[in-house]
T-cell receptor, first 112, second 114 residues
Framework: SQELEQSPQSLIVQEGKNLTINCTSS?????LYWYKQKYGEGLIFLMM?????EEKSHEKITAKLDEKKQQSSLHITASQPSHAGIYLC????????????FGTGTRLQVTL | GAGVSQSPSNKVTEKGKDVELRCDPI?????LYWYRQSLGQGLEFLIY????????KSGLPSDRFSAERTGGSVSTLTIQRTQQEDSAVYLC????????????FGNGTRLTVT
């Protein structure tokens, strides 16, 4: 079965600083999804990557998928308190989005 | 528009009791998923419905767990004879179906078994 490893497990950054979260898969990915979760809430979809070398940006968040489609990174520029939460990557190992496998998440705290 | 709705948001039950968790997906979404999120754990896949196809039940942890989806819309996850290890947040998601369709999650039902 497909396994995803996220690093770091937790991160504390000062407001305004940049940060990167990594997601590594044990198998080639058909699609890689990034989500954000706040305590007591569901997961909010951020971005989906499917092509090797693909990069997408939304506001101050950029996600990349490597050429081999086994590793993705999520980069936040000039972090803000609103970026705090748990970031999860989800992998589609079949190309059908029928059973996404999720990493254990990265907990981000942004201090003032 | 309306997102995925789950009810109840919180449920406390005694060990051995049965519980039903409800999920109202986004209108028009053909795919529906149930996941479980335990404290300190990642999301664990439980079951997947797609249209009229037979559901993928491969993630259900035991025969005490079952789910159905009526009329291709609302879904109910039932846990019989609840155990303390069933305590978790149960998340439902729906998607338009097909490859590369992002899942849209509800806020979950927090189940506590005492």
């Amino acid at each position: 079965s497909q396994e995803l490893e996220q690093s770091p497990q937790s991160l504390i950054v000062q407001e305004g600083k940049n940060l990167t979260i990594n997601c590594t898969s044990s198998k080639t990915l058909y699609g890689l999804y990034w989500y954000k979760q706040k305590y007591g809430e569901g997961l909010i979809f951020l971005m989906m990557l499917q092509k090797g070398g693909e990069e997408k940006s939304h506001e101050k968040i950029t996600a990349k998928l490597d050429e081999k489609k086994q590793q993705s990174s999520l980069h936040i520029t000039a972090s803000q308190p609103s970026h705090a939460g748990i970031y999860l990557c989800g992998a589609d190992g079949t190309g059908t989005a029928s059973k996404l496998t999720f990493g254990t998440g990265t907990r981000l705290q942004v201090t003032l | 528009g309306a997102g995925v709705s789950q009810s109840p948001s919180n449920k406390v039950t005694e060990k051995g009791k049965d519980v039903e968790l409800r999920c109202d997906p986004i209108s028009g979404h053909t795919a529906l998923y149930w996941y479980r999120q335990s404290l300190g754990q990642g999301l664990e896949f439980l079951i997947y419905f797609q249209g009229n196809s037979a559901p993928d039940k491969s993630g259900l942890p035991s025969d005490r767990f079952s789910a159905e989806r009526t009329g291709g819309s609302v879904s109910t996850l039932t846990i019989q004879r609840t155990q303390q290890e069933d305590s978790a947040v149960y998340l439902c998601a729906s998607s338009p179906g097909g490859p590369y369709s992002p899942l849209h999650f509800g806020n979950g039902t927090r189940l506590t078994v005492t």
